[in-house]
C-alpha cells in the first residue's frame, strides 16, 4: 500500500471526507477531481501502477492516492486504516473499482469469471463493509452499476451480472443503512468516453454504431457522471435512497 505522506491539522477534519475506489481513471478520477473541487477531502484507489504514478503527480496534493486491490481484504483493511488516520471518518463512499473484458459465453473462462466476480462485486461488497464502521451518519454511499446490467448486450454477460449484483442488493441496503439516515444510490454510465472504452479497442465504425443508438447522438463523459454522484453526496439529494441514475444519453428509451 502506498500513499501521499503529508501532515494535516485537526482542522482538516471538518471537511467532508470522501473515498473514491477505481479513482486514478475515468469516471473515478473525474469524480475526485470534482468532489476535490467543491471542497472534499479525497482518497482514491487503484492497481495499476502507470495509473497509480499518474494519479500521484497529477491529483491535487492533499489527495490520498492508495494502491489497495479489492479482492484482498488484507488491502481493505490497509486502506480503510490509512484513510481514517488521514481523515477521521468518511461522509462518502463511492464504490467505482471493477472491470469489464467483454466475452461470448462459450468463451468466458473460469478465471475470467471469478476476476469479475471477485472485484466487481464480492471487492465492493466488503470495502463496503470494512467502510461502514468510519461512515458519519446522514452519509452517502454512491455504487457504480452500469446501463448493461438491464440493457442487453452481446458479450457483457459476466460483467453485466457481476454489477448488476450491486443493484440487486440496492434496496435491502438502503433500508439496512436508513436508521443511521445512510443513503445508498447507484449510477448507471452508458456509453462514457473514457480510457476503459479505448482498452476494449473499439473500432471508430463501432464508435459510430454505438453513438447511432444513443439520442443524444454522443458518448457521456466522465465529468457528467461525476456531477450526478456529486448529487447523490449532496444535501440536495438528502431524500433520496435506494435509487439508480441512469447517466446514458437517453440509451434505451426507444424500440
Excluded at 497529477?58 to 484513510?83: I, N, Q
Excluded at 457521456?220 to 450526478?228: C, T, W
Aim: net charge negative; aromatic share 6%.
Amino acid at each position: 500500500m502506498g500513499g501521499l505522506t503529508r501532515s494535516f491539522s485537526n482542522e482538516r477534519f471538518a471537511m467532508p471526507a470522501a473515498l473514491v475506489t477505481g479513482g486514478t481513471t475515468g469516471i473515478g478520477r473525474a469524480t475526485a477531481e470534482l468532489l476535490h473541487a467543491r471542497g472534499y477531502q479525497v482518497a482514491v484507489t487503484g492497481q495499476n501502477p502507470e495509473s497509480l504514478a499518474r494519479a500521484q503527480s497529477e491529483l491535487p496534493g492533499d489527495v490520498l492516492v492508495v494502491r489497495s486491490d479489492g479482492r484482498v481484504l488484507s488491502d481493505t483493511d490497509a486502506l480503510m486504516s490509512a484513510v481514517s488516520a488521514r481523515f477521521g471518518s468518511l461522509d462518502l463512499l463511492f464504490l467505482n473499482a471493477g472491470i469489464f473484458r467483454p466475452a461470448p459465453v462459450a468463451e468466458v473462462t473460469e478465471e475470467s469469471f471469478d476476476e469479475h466476480a471477485d472485484l466487481n462485486f464480492k471487492g465492493q461488497y466488503f470495502t463496503l463493509q470494512k467502510a461502514l464502521p468510519f461512515m458519519n451518519d446522514g452519509g452517502s454511499i454512491v455504487l457504480t452499476v452500469g446501463i448493461g446490467s438491464r440493457r442487453g448486450t452481446p458479450g457483457a454477460t459476466v460483467g453485466a451480472a457481476s454489477r448488476g449484483a450491486l443493484l440487486a442488493m440496492l434496496p435491502s441496503l438502503a433500508l439496512e443503512l436508513a436508521p443511521r439516515r445512510i443513503r445508498v444510490n447507484a449510477v448507471s454510465p452508458g456509453a462514457t468516453d473514457t480510457p476503459l472504452l479505448n482498452k476494449l479497442g473499439v473500432s471508430e465504425s463501432g464508435r459510430d454504431a454505438m453513438r447511432s443508438k444513443i439520442p443524444f447522438e454522443r458518448f457521456g463523459s466522465g465529468q457528467e457522471v461525476a456531477e450526478a454522484v456529486a448529487f447523490l453526496a449532496s444535501d440536495a439529494a438528502g431524500y433520496i435512497t435506494g435509487q439508480d441514475i441512469t447517466v446514458a444519453g437517453g440509451y434505451g428509451l426507444g424500440a
